[in-house]
C-alpha cells in the first residue's frame, strides 16, 4: 500500500498543476476580451473582415493568372480556396483586426494580442516558411532557412506577396528585397530564380482599381516595407 503513496502524490501535484494552467488560460482570455472590447467596434470589424476577404479572392486571381499562362507545373497546383480562412474566425478576425484600433495606435498589450494571432496563423499555413520551423518561429523571427518549403507552395506565397503588394500599392519585389535580399529568410538557388520569374509576370498584373480602401499607414504591418 506504502509503495502507492508517492505515485497518488505525483497525481495531486500534477492536478494542481494543470488546473493552475487552465486558470492562468483562463484569465489571459478574459484579459484578451476586454482589450478587445475596449480597442474595437463593429466599424473595425467589418473593415478588416471586408479587407481579409478582398485580400484572398486577390490571392486566388494571381494564383489562377499563374496556372492560366502555365507558370505552375501541373502537379505543383493545389487548391488555395481555403486561402487564410482561419483569419476568417471569430475569434482570430477580431484578435487580427487589433491592427486598426479605435485610436489607429495599438499599444504593447495590443501588439501582443496580434503577434500570437500572426504566429498561429503562419504556424498553421504551409505558404509561410515558419509553418516547417522550429515552434518557437514567427514573423518576428530572423534568418528562417525555408529550403524545405515545396514549389507548389512557393507559387501559393508569390501570389500572396502580389495581394498584398497590391493593396497597399506597393512592389512585389519589395518583399523579395525585405525576406530574401535583407537576409530574413534562407531559400535555395532554384527558390530564388522561381519566385523572382513569378514577380516578374504577376507585378504586369497588378490592378491599382482593385485597390482595397483600407487606409494604409493604420495597419502596422504596412510600415514593415517602408
Not at 5 to 18: G, K
Not at 77 to 104: F, S
Not at 122 to 130: A, D, L, R, V, Y
Request: aromatic share 10%.
Amino acid at each position: 500500500m506504502w509503495k502507492n503513496e508517492p505515485e497518488q502524490e505525483l497525481l495531486t501535484v500534477n492536478t494542481q498543476e494543470w488546473e493552475s494552467s487552465i486558470n492562468k488560460e483562463w484569465k489571459y482570455k478574459q484579459h484578451v476580451l476586454e482589450i478587445l472590447n475596449t480597442n474595437l467596434n463593429e466599424e473595425i470589424l467589418k473593415m478588416y473582415e471586408l479587407r481579409t476577404k478582398r485580400h484572398i479572392e486577390r490571392v486566388q486571381i494571381f494564383y489562377w493568372k499563374l496556372v492560366e499562362w502555365g507558370l505552375i507545373p501541373q502537379d505543383d497546383i493545389h487548391d488555395v480556396t481555403y486561402h487564410d480562412e482561419d483569419k476568417l474566425q471569430p475569434g482570430n478576425m477580431k484578435r487580427q483586426a487589433l491592427r486598426y484600433t479605435n485610436d489607429g495606435h495599438p499599444d504593447e498589450e495590443c501588439m501582443k494580442i496580434i503577434n500570437d494571432v500572426i504566429r498561429e496563423h503562419i504556424k498553421t499555413s504551409p505558404h509561410h516558411c515558419e509553418y516547417r520551423w522550429n515552434p518557437e518561429d514567427d514573423h518576428l523571427t530572423m534568418w528562417i532557412h525555408c529550403e524545405s518549403m515545396p514549389d507548389e507552395y512557393i507559387y501559393e506565397m508569390m501570389a500572396d506577396w502580389a495581394s498584398t503588394a497590391e493593396e497597399r500599392g506597393t512592389l512585389i519585389i519589395d518583399w523579395y528585397k525585405k525576406c530574401v535580399d535583407g537576409g530574413r529568410d534562407y531559400y535555395n538557388a532554384h527558390q530564388k530564380e522561381l519566385m523572382l520569374k513569378c514577380i516578374e509576370f504577376l507585378q504586369k498584373q497588378i490592378d491599382p482599381n482593385r485597390k482595397s480602401a483600407t487606409v494604409i499607414g493604420t495597419d502596422p504591418a504596412s510600415k514593415m516595407l517602408k
